[in-house]
Nanobody, 121 residues
Framework: QLQLVESGGGLVQPGGSLRLSCAASGSTSGFNGTIGWFRQAPGKEREEISCVSPGNTKPYYHDKVKGRFTIFRDSIENAVYLQMNDLKPDDTAVYYC?????????????WGQGTQVTVSS
């Protein structure tokens, strides 16, 4: 399994922005495939947020973040970023990246530590 590392989280006020990074740890083989961002808030199920696939496939965004979050890949840096704007308290969660768009395909997946995003005034 490709090992991914998330970073870039922090504490931000409502309306603020953060950019999360997802990078490969060790070998980058397979990193140019599908990469998805997920989040899990305290006491809630993990949910799919956004996803980018190879080629010209249109990125996926959950309705909750559509228009505020942008996912993009930097093939030179071997990273996938999640630009988060106009953050809301409901965006508070631990954010994870993985090598699929849907939790359906991630049963048994070895998740990374994630990165904490806290939106609070």
């Amino acid at each position: 399994q490709l090992q991914l590392v998330e970073s870039g989280g922090g504490l931000v006020q409502p309306g603020g922005s953060l950019r999360l990074s997802c990078a490969a740890s060790g070998s980058t083989s397979g990193f140019n495939g599908t990469i998805g961002w997920f989040r899990q808030a305290p006491g809630k199920e993990r949910e799919e947020i956004s996803c980018v696939s190879p080629g010209n496939t249109k990125p996926y965004y959950h309705d909750k973040v559509k228009g505020r979050f942008t996912i993009f890949r930097d093939s030179i840096e071997n990273a996938v970023y999640l630009q988060m704007n106009d953050l809301k308290p409901d965006d508070t969660a631990v954010y994870y990246c993985a090598t699929a768009c849907s939790l359906v395909f991630l049963a048994g997946y070895s998740w990374g530590q994630g990165t904490q995003v806290t939106v609070s005034s």
